[in-house]
T-cell receptor, first 121, second 116 residues
Framework: GAVVSQHPSRVICKSGTSVKIECRSL??????MFWYRQFPKQSLMLMAT?????????EQGVEKDKFLINHASLTLSTLTVTSAHPEDSSFYIC?????????????????FGDGTRLSIL | AQKITQTQPGMFVQEKEAVTLDCTYD???????LFWYKQPSSGEMIFLIY??????QNATEGRYSLNFQKARKSANLVISASQLGDSAMYFC?????????????FGTGTSLTVIP
């Protein structure tokens, strides 16, 4: 079945370091990818919507210069946390929506990566 | 094997009727949590309901209830008295182990359309 590979699964680094997280769809094309950050009580905050070949759409309150998103191909989106600080420590998860036009019509399945646990010391 | 399976890519329900969204899971961990999220077209993920593997009773949150059948490894979401605003994608998810930070496993979602 369709798989989304998110890498790395865990990162521990010093404050001020930039960290890149990759989200890759392995056997399908994803025009749209989403980046989420997990907060307490299981809520998942949408950070940005990444569309292949265009600039990401950031949600209100999310600093685009802090969280750089690049969706360079139909199978890869990256999130770079620049100059990370302890308050950026969290669980980040991506998801990829299959490109419209598949047999499923408009009900495109969405596939999630396994997440990245980011810890900034 | 898939950790979370949602077999209904799309569902339709008449307004004010109840609807059940299916979810089955696979785990050998005796301790796990099951979640349902609602995703409107905006992409945000709205947490709806949670069921712990040791919970004795089915979880309920307003119009949402979780039909937890542990032996069958199913965690179906029941939405009662459907409203037009319920039209969205719905995702079932599982977290193995009860320590925070464990990764989530998500299903591929069910698109629910509520018909007036």
């Amino acid at each position: 079945g369709a798989v989304v590979s998110q890498h790395p699964s865990r990162v521990i680094c010093k404050s001020g370091t930039s960290v890149k997280i990759e989200c890759r769809s392995l056997d399908f094309q994803a025009t749209t990818m989403f980046w989420y950050r997990q907060f307490p009580k299981q809520s998942l905050m949408l950070m940005a919507t990444s569309n292949e070949g265009s600039k990401a759409t950031y949600e209100q309150g999310v600093e685009k210069d802090k969280f750089l998103i690049n969706h360079a191909s139909l199978t890869l989106s990256t999130l770079t946390v620049t100059s990370a600080h302890p308050e950026d420590s969290s669980f980040y998860i991506c998801s990829a929506r299959e490109t419209p036009g598949s047999n499923r019509g408009t009900n495109q399945p969405q596939h999630f990566g396994d997440g990245t646990r980011l810890s900034i010391l | 094997a898939q950790k979370i399976t949602q077999t209904q890519p799309g569902m339709f329900v008449q307004e004010k009727e109840a609807v059940t969204l299916d979810c089955t899971y696979d785990t050998s961990d005796p301790s796990y949590g099951l979640f349902w999220y609602k995703q409107p077209s905006s992409g945000e993920m709205i947490f709806l309901i949670y069921q712990g593997s040791y919970d004795q009773q089915n979880a309920t949150e307003g119009r949402y209830s979780l039909n937890f059948q542990k032996a069958r490894k199913s965690a179906n979401l029941v939405i009662s008295a459907s409203q037009l605003g319920d039209s969205a994608m719905y995702f079932c998810a599982m977290r193995e182990g009860m320590t925070s930070g464990n990764q989530f496993y998500f299903g591929t979602g069910t698109s629910l359309t509520v018909i007036p």
